[in-house]
């Protein structure tokens, strides 16, 4: 039920910056719902990363953005560490489904 | 802090009933501001809203897993739990409680549990 499409991977040097694309539809993002995107680290639980497309909660580095546009979110990780190496997984709601959806995840890789 | 576990069985045999519970601590179940809901990840794959439950006792379901899904809360307890009768295979999966909260337009889960492994199996 991944109706949230993401690269299945994105990869970049120390120090880059990479965007991760959230591609949905007009009965999800395109119709007003928030993103919301998680950081999963090998073998641990989803981490809220971004609420509401752009917010931070508090203790995440401002390293970390979220952007929505239409019916597609972003999320950039400016200043790539190796501690970033892990899974990324947008959220929202859509309404067709009547559920909570995720994406289908990326992982980032630091070369 | 805000902390949630997971506890229940980590062996379920097919055809029988999947129970789990998830204990809040460091804060109060009965916010009315929260939902507090279920997520599940199959062994190397995505995540998947199985559904939420709010202290009052409404609930709120996948519809996929609705048939087969039961949520219950004890709020003397700070507790929420989930049923999952005749699993299969296919629902073996670590299981996730969390906190919903929300804005305007759309739940996000923040805390999460650590997340239990269950598998099917005879």
């Known amino acids: 039920q991944s109706v949230l499409t993401q690269p299945p991977s994105v990869s970049g040097a120390p120090g880059q910056r990479v965007t991760i694309s959230c591609t949905g539809s007009?009965?999800?993002?395109?119709?007003?719902?928030?993103v919301h995107w998680y950081q999963q680290l090998p073998g641990t639980a989803p981490k809220l990363l971004i609420y509401?497309?752009?917010n931070r909660p508090s203790g995440v580095p401002d390293r970390f953005s979220g952007s929505k546009s239409g019916t597609s979110a972003s999320l950039a990780i400016t200043g790539l560490q190796a501690e970033d190496e892990a899974d990324y997984y947008c959220?929202?709601?859509?309404?067709?489904?009547?559920?909570?959806?995720f994406g289908t995840g990326t992982k980032v890789t630091v070369l | 802090q805000l902390q949630l576990q997971e506890s229940g069985p980590g062996l379920v045999k097919p055809s029988e009933t999947l129970s789990l519970t998830c204990t809040v601590s460091?804060?109060?179940?009965?916010?009315?501001?929260?939902?507090w809901g279920w997520v599940r990840q199959p062994p190397g794959k995505g995540l998947e809203w199985i559904g939420n439950?709010?202290?009052?006792?409404?609930?709120f379901y996948n519809p996929s897993l609705k048939s087969r899904v039961s949520m219950s809360v004890d709020t003397s307890n700070d507790q929420f739990s989930l049923k999952l009768s005749s699993v299969t295979a296919a629902d073996t999966a670590v299981y996730y409680c969390?906190?919903?909260?929300?804005?305007?337009?759309?739940?996000?889960?923040?805390?999460w549990g650590q997340g239990t492994l269950v598998t099917v199996s005879s």
């Open positions: 969390a906190r919903e909260d929300y804005l305007t337009a759309g739940n996000w889960f923040d805390p």
């Open positions: 460091g804060g109060s179940i009965t916010s009315s501001r929260y939902y």
């Open positions: 439950i709010y202290y009052s006792g409404g609930t």
């Open positions: 007009s009965s999800n993002i395109g119709t007003g719902y928030d």
């Open positions: 509401g497309n752009t």
């Open positions: 959220q929202s709601f859509d309404s067709r489904l009547s559920i909570y959806v």
